[in-house]
């Protein structure tokens, strides 16, 4: 099958793992589930999604938010208005980014996470859908937070394009997902690394193609944060 991002056939092996079966793109670098998990899989696999038994309770994060959606205002070269979490979970960033005086909005594909954030944040927006049913109500977003969810999507063009189509010119978007060139990520035995997990991570990226797939969508990669672990965290503003 072709690679998600790049489109190419070419490709290594890396092995199986849970019954799973990894490759790298010799393209674009790419690390993909081959083949994908079908829609209803994945479906089924986040109506019951094991992590939301660690994160989904009331938690005083506001503070640690905000830290993280005060920089994406100063980076902001005009008037901020209306601020969306992509994977929202119970809304804590969501509420966060209200009580700096925005319109805040959180939209996630978790039932259970949505329902946990109407009731603990019922003064915001949320919705139970995709980006790309979500970017049908016709939005358009200053600040969107988008943290460790590009890596579960299957459809990475059909995801850009509508996060693309959500966004304000000027737009501010941080995101965060697993980097695959960090120098913690284990070489010589990749299937060591738990961020190679079977169904939950169906692509995985580094800093480079990365950043290669939004200049495409006219995303400007602004700010890399220095990381310990095999993570990134960046900022990036929509230039057209």
Not at 68 to 91: S, Y
Not at 108 to 133: C, G, W
Not at 207 to 219: E, Q, T, V
């Amino acid at each position: 099958m072709n690679c998600a991002l790049c489109g190419s056939r070419d490709k290594v092996d890396i092995g199986s793992k849970e019954s799973s079966f990894f490759v790298r793109c010799t393209q674009c670098n790419l690390i993909r589930i081959e083949p994908h998990p079908s829609d209803e899989a994945l479906k089924e696999y986040y109506q019951n999604y094991v992590y939301q038994e660690r994160v989904l309770k009331p938690s005083r994060k506001s503070f640690r938010y905000r830290t993280k959606i005060l920089p994406m205002i100063l980076l902001h070269k005009g008037k901020v208005k209306r601020f969306l979490d992509i994977g929202c979970n119970v809304g804590n960033a969501v509420e966060a980014a209200r009580l700096l005086g925005l319109d805040a909005y959180g939209i996630d594909v978790s039932p259970s996470a949505i329902s946990n954030a109407r009731s603990l944040f019922p003064k915001n927006h949320y919705f139970n859908e995709t980006l790309e049913d979500f970017s049908r109500n016709n939005l358009k977003f200053d600040l969107v937070f988008c943290t460790e969810v590009i890596e579960h999507i299957r459809d990475l063009h059909s995801f850009m394009g509508a996060l693309k189509s959500i966004l304000n010119p000027g737009a501010v978007l941080f995101l965060t997902t697993p980097d695959t060139g960090h120098f913690r990520v284990p070489r010589k035995d990749l299937l060591k690394w738990r961020m190679l997990s079977p169904m939950e991570h169906v692509a995985l990226f580094d800093k480079n193609n990365i950043s290669a797939l939004f200049r495409k969508y006219g995303l400007k990669p602004i700010f890399f944060y220095p990381m310990h672990r095999a993570n990134m965290r960046f900022y990036s503003r929509n230039e057209s």
